[in-house]
């Protein structure tokens, strides 16, 4: 990695190039989905690719959900790596079955005989007023399942890493982008949807999370666009005395816990935000795992932010009421730091 | 075309064409905020737009056979559909402007429009509001009522395993049921050819041991007298049907799509096909009406999608903490 130049990616192309490379080294790989070809992907992330490698290996499917994600279990069984995109993650109610009935649990019923290298790509968050039906995260729908590597990168370099991770893994990896960090022309452009993508092939490993601002007087654990709300709490709070330290999770399941353990060490306090449901989601897992395995860290109350547990509304000052931002989080930081 | 009543001609035209103007002001709106530079997200009308400019046809042609009775459910591109079920189009429009005084308060948003004092819902599920409108059959069935339930959808959603099941289930019960399938030759950028084998989506009636009706070139006469068929045998306890009819989309899948995928001509193509004009011009020719008779009749329908509008506009916004509200009743 240390000698391979870097260019300036948005988030989409980074994926897109991801794909590319490993599709180019191995036969087997193959690409299946909605929108997929020409138009390359509704979030980009098969941009191109559909030219390079033409409609054998980049394939546009019918409104055929579970027939398309079954037969990528079909086709894995039978030594293929398919990658299928199933555009949002609201979607995915109609073929949850095939999803953490089989792909999921394949392996483990065969007693490890049967690989599923599987990448199963969607686009999650809010945010832009899509409502109820296209604005979910369901990080927690998937990592409550068992059998499924879930991981939601923020950054373009570690979206390029670890779609590459996701495609050379033997086992189901669900790849969740955000769409507001894709990079793309129709929404809204912020900075952190381009980054520094080194061009050649790189790996960032499923299971480590990052921190990704150091600090001394809160643990922020977050994943996405919170983590991006993480970020731009960091003059405010650093306004009101406190310096965050920041956790990227990008890994959802599994949660890298020895990062977080490590930082909670240090700053003795941990606000866990989140834009998926409150209940049962990894604000609840996060602060499971230290209050039973690093509860002497301590010194004040987990805090929590997340959707309150109501499906996500259309009108913008609804929307905005129930996503939490960076105001939120300098709020509940100095909420933790002053109890 | 004498078979069509003056009457039932010019409720058509009347729906088409406010449908025709509500998008048409909705494409200004949708872009106000988004200039110069456009983001999904921003200005009064925010999220995912799907117009139907093009489609109307299908909605007017059938639902002018239904009463307040029926049961219509509509997908993502609802707007057609609504207006000719005869939704409260100041709350509908309200509703798109994600105001207090909207359909779902603001909650649900273009996609998501529930009127349930005309038995209307759609939803942003491909092909999930297929099995509602067997579920609205089944009702009526059991309640004995000759009500039938009527579910739009693009040709996109026949291939759907939600539409396969229903379809099965409504013949299976012998529901008053019937399926619209909106061709407008796109999902999204997938054309129908790549999508199915099947040219058209009628002969998909005898799979199910039903009857299936296609309307060929948007045809709005056409889909009154194939609908008016399908809902008398619906009602008489017939059972059901599909109708397929071409249709054409006039603009991108959602406002905001570059259209990469399709040729430049095809839009110009069908504007000069225009199913709107056409109902207008059959009208004079026929003698059913006069120029001056149209004119005044466009002008009260724009006065009444500019009364919806203005209502929407002048209407508050939710507060922000009603967003914890209409979880459970
Ligand atoms: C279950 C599901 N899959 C995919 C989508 C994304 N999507 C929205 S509209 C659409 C195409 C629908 O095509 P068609 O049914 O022909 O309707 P049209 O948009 O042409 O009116 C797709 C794939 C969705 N909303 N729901």
Same mark, same amino acid.
């Given at each position: 990695m240390t000698d391979t130049k870097v260019q300036k990616l948005t988030g989409s192309k980074a994926m897109s190039l991801a794909i590319e490379q490993e599709? *180019?080294?191995?036969?087997? #790989?193959? $690409?299946?989905?909605e929108d997929v070809g020409k138009y390359g992907g509704i979030f980009g992330s098969t941009t191109g690719l559909m030219d390079k490698f033409g409609p054998d290996r980049i394939m546009d499917t019918p409104i055929s959900e579970t027939g398309f994600i079954g037969a990528a279990i079909g086709a894995a069984a039978e030594g293929f790596r398919p990658i299928v995109e199933l555009m949002f993650v609201d979607f995915h109610g109609v073929v949850m079955d095939q999803i953490y009935n089989h792909m999921a649990k394949i392996t483990y019923m065969s007693g490890g005989n049967v690989k599923m290298p599987i990448v199963l790509m969607t686009g999650v968050g809010g945010g832009y007023s899509d409502a109820a039906q296209h604005s979910q995260t369901l990080y927690a729908s998937f990592g409550h399942l068992p059998g499924m590597? @879930? $991981?939601a990168p923020t950054f373009p370099h570690d979206l390029k890493g670890m779609m590459t991770a996701a495609i050379r893994d033997d086992n189901p990896v669900v790849f969740m982008l955000?769409?507001?960090?894709?990079? *793309?022309? %129709?929404?809204?452009? /912020? =900075? !952190?949807?381009?980054? =520094? &993508?080194p061009e050649g092939d790189y790996i960032v490993p499923l299971n480590k999370a990052q921190v990704i601002k150091e600090g001394t007087d809160i643990t922020i654990v977050a994943a996405q666009m919170m983590t991006v709300a993480a970020m731009n709490a960091v003059a405010g709070l650093e306004k009101a005395g406190i310096n965050a330290e920041i956790i990227d999770l990008r890994s959802i399941k599994p949660i890298d816990k020895e990062t977080i353990f490590k930082s909670v060490a240090k700053t003795k306090k941990l606000l866990i935000v989140d834009e998926?449901? *409150?209940?049962?989601?990894?604000?609840?897992? &996060? !602060?499971a795992l230290v209050a039973s395995e690093a509860f002497y860290s301590l010194e004040a109350p987990i805090g929590r932010l997340a959707i309150p547990d109501v499906p996500i509304p259309y009108s913008s000052v609804l929307e905005k009421y129930v996503i939490p931002d960076a105001n939120n989080i300098i709020a509940k930081a100095k909420e933790i730091m002053e109890s | 075309m004498k078979d069509i009543s003056k009457e039932h001609l010019v409720w058509m035209y009347t729906k088409m064409k406010m449908s025709r103007y509500f998008e048409e002001r909705m494409e200004k709106a949708y872009m106000e905020g988004k200039q110069p530079v456009f983001n999904i997200g921003a200005g009064p009308v925010p999220g995912e737009m799907h117009l139907s400019n093009g489609q109307e046809p299908a909605a007017a042609g059938i639902c002018v056979h239904l009463k307040k009775e029926d049961t219509v459910t509509a997908p993502h591109r609802p707007h057609h559909n609504a207006i000719a079920k005869e939704v409260d189009l100041k709350r509908m429009t309200a509703e798109i402007y994600g105001k207090k005084t909207g359909l779902g308060k603001g909650k649900g948003g273009h996609m998501h429009l529930f009127d349930p004092a005309v038995k209307f819902s759609c939803g942003g599920i491909v092909a999930a509001g297929i099995p509602h409108a067997v579920g609205a059959a089944l009702a009526a069935k059991k309640l004995g009522e000759d009500w039938v339930a009527v579910a739009f959808i693009g040709e996109g959603a026949a291939n759907a395993g939600a539409f396969h099941e229903s379809l099965n289930l409504a013949?299976? %019960?012998?529901? =008053?049921? #019937? $399926? @619209? #399938?909106?061709?407008?030759? %796109?999902? /999204?950028?997938v054309p129908k050819s790549d999508s199915t084998c099947v040219p058209f989506n009628d002969v998909r009636a005898a799979a199910y041991g039903i009857k299936g009706y296609l309307v060929r070139d948007n045809d709005p006469f056409e889909m009154y007298? @194939?609908?008016k068929e !399908?809902?008398?045998?619906?009602?008489k306890g017939e059972g059901p049907s599909i109708i397929e009819i071409e249709t054409y989309r006039f603009l991108g899948h959602f406002q905001g799509d570059p259209e990469l995928y399709r040729d430049k001509e095809e839009v110009p193509t069908l504007r000069a096909k225009d199913p709107i004009e056409r109902v207008k011009s059959h009208l004079i020719k026929?003698?059913?009406?006069?120029?001056?008779?149209?004119d005044a009749l466009d002008a009260n329908i724009i006065s009444e999608v500019d009364e919806a509008y203005e209502f929407a506009i002048n209407s508050p916004l939710p507060a922000p903490e009603d967003a914890l509200e209409d979880m459970f009743v």
């Open positions: 599709m *180019l080294k191995d036969d087997k #790989i193959f $690409v299946m989905g590597k @879930v $991981v955000h769409k507001t960090l894709q990079g *793309l022309g %129709w929404m809204d452009q /912020i =900075p !952190a949807s381009l980054g =520094p &993508v998926d449901y *409150l209940s049962y989601g990894y604000t609840a897992e &996060v !602060a | 013949a299976l %019960w012998k529901l =008053p049921f #019937i $399926v @619209v #399938i909106e061709d407008n030759s %796109w999902g /999204i950028s007298r @194939v609908s !399908a809902v008398e045998r619906a009602r026929e003698g059913m009406a006069t120029e001056k008779e149209m």
